[in-house]
Every structure is written in structure tokens, then in C-alpha cells.
């Protein structure tokens, strides 16, 4: 049988059968619900739900998990848009031109957007995932520590341009993000780093409890910082009608929207570079290669394709080193991986030749709970963006008990709890200082990767650096982080010298 | 002028704060047990990244402090004159502070319930100007709330937030 038969034969079981459509439905719906809480991440999600399928059979399993996995993966960027918390990782980027238009009353369109293109991105993703399939796990086999050193290492450098025209401030924010990972034991000879005798300290912060602190706690606090200020009038939400897009207007953008899937599914194939990445990659190429890159950041739609379309994209490349190399690139892989096992099911090499209906019947799903996602994130879509125009202050109250809640439960611990609140109001005054906060996160994100493989690569190397130019792969992306890195100092010292030039003109003009 | 000011300084705030950073995370390094027989120690990133903050830290300030040197004495003084109140401002930010840290530290003796529903309160009480206070309604949201998203964790997640000072009755309950 061939790919497109397999793939043919599992939509139509599905199709055919109520009771996947019906689980499609119910947990795509609740997996929409859970993402779009600030606090409760994709892998919060898939854990409530595994323990329902323990007893199901393998293909009803994965149906739920699949649903909800992908569910909240998309739902992240309802809160990201709407209240400049990202309810995922992988939403990160796309509260930076998200949020600026629900300031101007345009969160409907962002998030009508957002959905368009996450369903876009899911889609073309799992149709090359069904195309390519094999032939990408071999590609992803060629990738060595030295590869995963310069891919993080130019995903490092790419951060840096979030910052805008200043380098500085961007390299400050990702540095101080890195700095923040280096707690707990370090990855490779389990060394105690900046536990400060505590042992509680010794597993690290957790991204929950940190990305909780630092971008909710900020708005919390500016909220307080400006109480007794006059009343700003509260933005409307402007109405819009289907994606708040045109079919026309949207299709002018394919460029755009196929960079961002390719960049999606390929960085997805890479296990342990993870969505978040992707949609950073993405949004940065977008912006360096727009027309106009100084309206990213200020509510560009092209800014939220970027971002959605990757991080969705990502999915389906996810979907690859986990069933084919057997190797889970995230801790949701590894949840949807370790329910396989439960079910017999072992992902690596052979699973092409030996669960061949099964691997389709999972391509089949992701393409169908893609539909389900567009249809109901786009019914719900309305009734909870007004509900979070409620009074900002009465929403920030509810936001912080849902933030304790996901920053306690990510591994129950009260030290979390300290990590929030002081991370927290660290993040406020590092944003009075002009350091954003999507740099510290990703900073934070990427730094083990970088550091880890760094390691390794190094030992394997006899301690010759320089063998990473000797790798193709490698050398493009160090080659490709050095002048994208030097195209940063260039634009800083120029926006420097014409703000100079200006204050100048300004001066002599009296 | 002023916006020039305020961000010259910033600069320099920043610069200063995160140059003394990077000089305690620095010196933290040598505290660590490390094994001097693999190739690379478990310092080196951690030293990298205290350099790399330096520098930024360094250029941060040396740009705040160019631009400070331009702006007249005069311009420095009118600005603080303005700046008057602020502090006050930033002392409802202390006390917001303040509310997180106290749900960190009430947590494990209190539990979720009491700890969330003080600190709601408190925190919807610090939010609003004091003439639009409505306390009745923030007493509501503030019981109700923690409640049921601590019965909703327990039963849709299988998941039990700390239970505190209400152990025994949540036993009962449960």
C-alpha cells in the first residue's frame, strides 16, 4: 500500500466512526479552553486527559491526546493577543504584534487571524509530514551536537533583533534569560549552579513558573503603579467578520506563510529546538525580510502569520523525530510518546514498516482536528474576548490565581511561588529599563540546548572548536548567526548616529 | 528634553544594576564543585554569559551617561521637581510586591483557599481608587473564586492544591 492509500483508508475510518469525531470535538474544544488560561501549558493539558485513555484503544488514545494537543497549542495565542500573556511558549512572539492590536481594538482581528493561520500552517505541515515523512527522518539522522549547538546558537542571535534597534538591550535580556537557566544542576556533570545552599534550587526554575512571573506580574504591577492616575478610557473591541482578513488579503501573503511553514516543520524535525523557536525563527525572517520591518512590533498582521503559522507548522515536523527516530523533541512529545508505549506502539525506525496504519491513522487525525480547531476557536472566539474586556483590573485579579495555580502545580513546589512573584517584579523593572521580556524567556529556553550540546560536541571534538565550521549544516547556520549578529551592532550604531544627526538638526534649528 | 533625561538615566540605572549582576554572578562561579578532569566545567557558560552582561551593561551605561552630559543642569532640575509623587506610585508597586510574596510564604501553612482569597482581596482592594471600592463584590469573587478552581483542579486535573489550615474539613469533602 502507498503513503496516499494508507492515508485515504484512515480518514475514512474516521470519518466513519462517531466516536472519534465525537472525542475530535470534546477535546479539541477543551484543549482550545485550557491553552487560551495563562498558566495551564500544553503539557498541563495533555496530563489531564492521559489518564482517560489508559483504558481506550490505541487509535481512540491518540485521538484525545492529538485533540487536546493541538487544541491548546493553538489556544495559547487567545490570551497572548488578548492580554499580552502568552498561554503556551510557542505564542511568545505573536504577543508582539498580537497585543498592540487588541490595543487598538483589534484583538478580534489578531486572534481571527491567528486562527486562520494556525489551521494553514497545520495543514500544509501535515501535508509534507505525509509526504515526506521518511525521507525528512533521514535528514533530521544527519544532524550531530554541533548542529544542535549552531542551530541554537543562531536562535539565540535572532532574539536579539525582538529588541529593536538596540542590540543591547536585546543581547541584555537574552543574557540575563540564559543567566536564569544556569540555576540547578548543570546538564551534563550535574553540577550545583546558584542554588545558594537551597536544594530546592537544585532542579532549576521552571519555564511555567517564570514565564507566569514575567509576563503577568508586570501587568499586575503597572496596574498598581497607576492607580491613581485618571481613568483611560477602556478600548472597544472593534467588530469584525469571518478571520477579520480577506481571502484576497491573506493570499497576498504566501510568501510569508510558506516561509513560516517550512521553517515550522523543519524546525520542528529537530528534537529539542521546540515551537517556540520556531515561531521566533519565523517572525524574524519575516521581519528581515519585510518591506517595512519597523511596523513589526507596532500590530503588523504579517507578525502574527509568522508566528502561528510556525509554531502550528511545528507540530507536524514534531511529529516526525518522535514516531521515526523514536525521540520525543518536546515534554508534550513525550507525553504523546509515552502514551504509544502504554498502547505497545514503539516509535523509532521500524514504525514506518511495522505500524504503517497506525503512524497514517495519526496523520489523519492531526489534519481533521486541524478543521475542528479552525471551526471552534472561531465559535468561542467572540463570547471570550468579551469577557476579557471586563474591567482590567478585575481580569489581572483572576489571571494572578490562575498564574499561582499553573506556576504551583508545574511540579509542586512552593519555592515556584517565590520564583513568580520575585522573577515577576524583577520582569516589571527590567521592562521600565526597556529589556522586553519575550528575550529573557527565550533566552531561557534556548541556553540549555546551546550549553549541552556545546558540551558534548566539544568533548567529542578534543576540544577543537573550529570542527564545527567543519560540518556543512553547522557552518551555514554559525555563518548565518555571525552576520545576522554583526547586522544587529550595524543597525544600532546607525539608528544611533542618525537620532544624533537629528537632536543635532534640532538644536541648530533652536 | 525630559523623555531624553528619563531614559539617560534609565541607562544608567540599568548599566550600574546589571554590571553588579554580572560581577556577583561572576564571583558565585568560583564557589562551584567542579571536576577539573573533564574538558569543559560546568563554570564556563556561566562565565561567558557574566562577561556578556557585563559589556551590554557596560555600553548601556556609557550611552546613558554620553546623553546625561548633554542635558543643561537646569533641564536636570525642573525634571526633578516633576518627578515629585512618583515615589508614591511606586510604593502601591511595594505593595503589590508585597501580596505576591505573602501568597508564596501563607501558601504551605494556609493552603490555596484562605491564601488566594486574602490575597484577591487584598489585590482588588490595592488596585482600585479608594472612592470605587466595592467590597461586597470583591469579597464574592474572592471567596468563590480559589474555591472553585481548587475543587476543579482536584476533580478534573486529579490534582490537590495545598489544603493548609482546612485540611481536615477538606478531608471530609474530598
Known amino acids: 500500500m502507498s503513503a496516499f492509500q494508507y492515508f485515504g483508508h484512515a480518514l475514512a475510518t474516521i470519518f ?50 492529538l485533540s487536546c494537543y493541538i487544541g491548546a497549542l493553538s489556544g495559547g495565542l487567545i490570551s497572548a493577543v488578548a492580554l499580552n500573556i502568552p498561554g503556551t511558549s510557542s505564542s511568545i512572539a505573536t504577543c508582539f504584534d498580537g497585543h498592540p492590536l487588541a490595543k487598538q481594538g483589534k484583538a478580534g482581528q489578531a486572534v481571527g487571524v491567528g486562527i486562520l493561520t494556525s489551521f ?72 550545583n549552579r546558584y542554588n545558594f545552599g537551597f536544594h530546592a534550587l537544585d532542579g532549576g526554575v521552571t519555564l511555567t513558573a517564570l514565564m507566569c512571573g514575567i509576563f503577568a506580574v508586570p ?4 496596574l498598581a503603579e497607576t492607580r491613581d492616575d485618571p481613568d483611560v478610557e477602556v478600548t472597544k473591541l472593534e467588530k469584525f467578520r469571518g478571520f477579520g482578513i480577506s481571502a484576497k488579503d491573506y493570499l497576498s501573503r504566501w510568501k510569508n506563510i510558506l516561509r513560516s511553514t517550512v521553517i515550522g516543520t523543519y524546525t520542528g524535525i529537530l528534537p529539542g529546538i521546540g515551537a517556540s523557536s520556531a515561531s521566533l525563527l519565523s517572525y524574524m525572517t519575516a521581519k528581515n525580510s519585510s518591506k517595512h520591518p519597523e511596523t513589526f512590533g507596532t500590530g503588523d498582521i504579517d507578525g502574527i502569520i509568522a508566528s502561528e503559522t510556525a509554531n502550528n507548522a511545528c507540530m507536524g515536523g514534531a511529529m516526525i523525530p518522535m514516531l521515526a527516530l523514536g525521540v520525543p523533541g518536546s515534554s508534550a512529545a513525550a507525553i504523546l510518546m509515552s502514551a504509544l508505549s502504554l498502547h505497545n506502539v514503539q516509535p523509532g525506525p521500524l514504525v514506518f514498516a511495522n505500524s ?13 482536528v486541524n478543521f475542528f480547531m479552525l471551526v471552534l476557536e472561531r465559535g468561542v472566539l467572540t463570547g471570550y474576548l468579551k469577557a476579557l474586556t471586563a474591567p482590567p483590573r478585575i481580569v489581572m485579579v483572576i489571571v494572578m490565581l490562575m498564574c499561582v495555580c499553573g506556576a504551583y502545580s508545574s511540579r509542586s513546589s512552593f519555592l515556584d511561588l517565590y520564583v513568580f512573584a520575585i522573577f515577576g517584579t524583577l520582569g516589571f523593572f527590567l521592562q521600565k529599563g526597556g529589556i522586553p521580556a519575550g528575550p529573557i ?22 576540544g577543537n572548536v573550529m570542527a564545527v565550521f567543519h560540518r556543512p549544516i553547522a557552518a551555514v547556520f554559525m555563518v548565518v548567526a555571525i552576520l545576522s549578529l554583526a547586522n544587529s551592532v550595524r543597525k544600532t550604531i546607525k539608528a544611533d548616529k542618525a537620532r544624533k544627526a537629528a537632536e543635532t538638526d534640532l538644536a541648530s534649528n533652536g | 528634553m525630559e523623555k531624553k533625561l528619563k531614559k539617560a538615566k534609565s541607562d544608567m540605572w540599568t548599566g550600574v544594576l546589571s554590571a553588579l549582576f554580572a560581577c556577583l554572578y561572576f564571583a558565585e562561579t568560583f564557589r562551584f564543585i567542579l571536576d577539573h578532569s573533564v574538558p569543559i566545567s560546568a563554570a564556563v557558560f556561566p562565565r561567558i ?39 508614591r506610585n511606586l510604593f502601591h508597586v511595594l505593595e503589590a510586591f508585597l501580596i505576591l510574596l505573602g501568597v508564596a510564604v501563607a501558601m504551605r501553612p494556609l493552603g490555596f483557599i484562605v ?10 482592594v490595592l488596585l482600585e481608587k479608594p472612592q470605587k471600592r466595592k467590597y461586597g463584590l470583591y469579597a464574592i469573587f474572592s471567596l468563590t473564586l480559589p474555591t472553585a478552581v481548587f475543587f476543579l483542579f482536584y ?20
Open chain 1, 441 to 462: 524567556i527565550l533566552g531561557y529556553i534556548l541556553s540549555s540546548l546551546c550549553e549541552l550540546n556545546f558540551v558534548r560536541a566539544y568533548a567529542i571534538s578534543r
Open chain 1, 16 to 65: 466513519t466512526t462517531p466516536q472519534y469525531l465525537f472525542f475530535m470535538l470534546l477535546f479539541t474544544a477543551l484543549g482550545i479552553l485550557l491553552g487560551a488560561l495563562p498558566g495551564i501549558n500544553v503539557n498541563l493539558s495533555l496530563i489531564l486527559v492521559l489518564p482517560l485513555t489508559y483504558a481506550m484503544q490505541t487509535e481512540s488514545a491518540m485521538v484525545v491526546l
Open chain 2, 155 to 174: 476533580y478534573c486535573f486529579s490534582y490537590l492544591l495545598p489544603t493548609g489550615v482546612l485540611r481536615l474539613l477538606l478531608a471530609r469533602i474530598l
Open chain 1, 219 to 222: 501587568e499586575l504591577l503597572k
Open chain 2, 115 to 124: 491564601t488566594m482569597t486574602i490575597a484577591m482581596f487584598l489585590m482588588f
Open chain 1, 356 to 368: 504503517a496504519n497506525l503512524i497514517y491513522f495519526i496523520f489523519a487525525i492531526c489534519f481533521v
Open chain 1, 120 to 191: 494553514v500552517g497545520g495543514s500544509l505541515s501535515y501535508a509534507l509530514l505525509l509526504l515526506l515523512a521518511p525521507m525528512m527522518a533521514k535528514v533530521a539522522l544527519k544532524f550531530g551536537y554541533w548542529e544542535y549547538f549552531a542551530v541554537s546558537f543562531f536562535s539565540i542571535t535572532m532574539i536579539i533583533g525582538i529588541a529593536g534597534d538596540d542590540v543591547f538591550r536585546g543581547v541584555l535580556g537574552a543574557a540575563l534569560g540564559m543567566a536564569i537557566a544556569m540555576t540547578g544542576s548543570d546538564p551534563v556533570m550535574m553540577v
Open chain 2, 49 to 87: 554569559i557574566a562577561g556578556l552582561v557585563f559589556l551590554c551593561a557596560a555600553a548601556i551605561f556609557f550611552r546613558g551617561l554620553r546623553v546625561y552630559r548633554t542635558i543643561p543642569e537646569t533641564a536636570r532640575h525642573e525634571a526633578k521637581a516633576n518627578a515629585a509623587g512618583s515615589s
